[in-house]
């Protein structure tokens, strides 16, 4: 942490949010984004509510000091935002108000002891290591998506190189590969125009869907990734960019398309999609309609589908045998179970073919 020996009091008027606070990153929060569009992202995404009825009821703690860069002639805090939000809304009830948020009223006395806040002055450089391991590896973790972009800030902008991140904020070096990793795919896919992650068609990025996806043999051979000991900003050739975008809007969509993205939970759908890819056919099926549990079918070993329909049709009559007492003599259920007979023929007689025809070949196999 910054020397604690440096704390100053700010007045609240004079702090501003970090709009490159990876956290804001995820809702698209943008360089000339003020103040007021930044408190409602932080009110709904971040629970500052909890926050805000804590400072009500006991005050700020001094122990807790904001973490302040002065950066264009601001002071940004870079390491307490939902604290500075808190503040901001309890000392403008306009904000609250306009918005219908359960903030309690301060007195007068209280409000005045909010106008100056404990700050340390330091810089993004000197503060890195003591942020990530709060928020990467720490107490108040980030999401997925908020540590790719602090690691890829620390590593681009200040040159330390992704071992020497996870080192120092006491993570595995793998973990902070593979985030970087993931950042720099979904970076290069919008730079280079196969895909805008803004255009996803859920309002959340899932970011875990592709940094961990792209760990998957199938995927990471669709994109024809780069060795993954490296730390290029471009993992994916040229030549895999189209089959980039691909992966893309089947894990996040495309909401000007209103195309629904396939991957809605990442177990078992990646794990699906990572089987689709690894094969042509199923993959060529993806493409035309859009459909991972069809596409997912035509990718599996049809002796392996065989084997579990034929065990999941004897448990579904299994069960129906088991309420048969039920039945009320309906000539319509009487036909669907005469159906069923006959198709349970068809199978059980072409299945006693081929094994008639196996046990011949393996009968002539022997006498020679």
């Known amino acids: 942490m910054p020397n604690p020996a440096a704390i100053e009091h700010l007045r609240v008027t004079e702090l501003h949010f970090d709009r490159r606070n990876p956290r804001l990153a995820e809702y698209d929060v943008g360089p000339d984004a003020d103040d007021d569009e930044i408190i409602p992202i932080l009110w709904e995404a971040m629970d500052v509510l909890e926050l805000v009825q804590s400072i009500a009821a006991s005050g700020y703690f001094a122990h807790e000091p904001l973490i302040v860069a002065c950066e264009q002639d601001e002071y940004v805090v870079i390491e307490g935002n939902r604290r500075l939000a808190a503040v901001k809304v309890l000392l403008n009830r306009t904000l609250a108000n306009d918005r219908g948020w359960p903030v309690p009223r301060l007195s007068a006395q209280e409000k005045a002891e909010l106008q100056d806040l404990p700050a340390i002055i330091s810089n993004r450089e000197e503060s890195w290591r003591y942020l990530g391991f709060k928020h990467v590896n720490g107490p108040a973790k980030w999401s997925s998506f908020a540590k790719a972009e602090y690691i890829a800030e620390v590593h681009v902008s200040f040159g330390v190189p992704l071992s020497e991140v996870a080192r120092q904020i006491g993570d595995r070096h793998r973990t902070v590969q593979r985030l970087y990793r993931g ?52 993992p994916v050739p040229d030549h895999a960019l189209d089959h980039l975008g691909e992966l893309c809007r089947w894990l996040y969509g495309d909401k000007q398309q209103d195309q629904r993205p396939v991957v809605e939970r990442q177990n078992p759908h990646l794990r699906q999609l990572d089987a689709v890819l690894a094969n042509r056919e199923a993959v060529a099926a993806l ?82």
Do not use: C, W
């Open 287 to 368: 493409r035309a309609n859009n459909d991972l549990g069809n596409a997912y079918e035509i990718s599996r070993d049809p002796g392996t589908v065989f084997e579990e329909a034929l065990l999941a049709g004897k448990r579904e009559l299994q069960r129906a045998r088991t309420y048969l007492t039920s039945y009320d003599g309906s000539k319509a259920l009487l036909d669907i179970a005469e159906s069923v007979v006959e198709l349970v023929d068809d199978v059980f007689a072409e299945m006693e073919r081929k094994r008639r025809t196996a046990n011949r070949r393996s009968a002539r196999g022997e006498r020679r």
């Open 183 to 234: 950042l720099m795919v979904l970076r290069q896919a919008k730079a280079a125009g196969v895909y805008d992650p803004d255009n996803r068609f859920r309002s959340r990025l899932a970011f875990s869907h592709l940094y961990t996806g792209i760990g998957y043999v199938g995927i990471s051979k669709f994109l024809a990734l780069r060795d993954d000991e490296g730390e290029s900003p471009t």
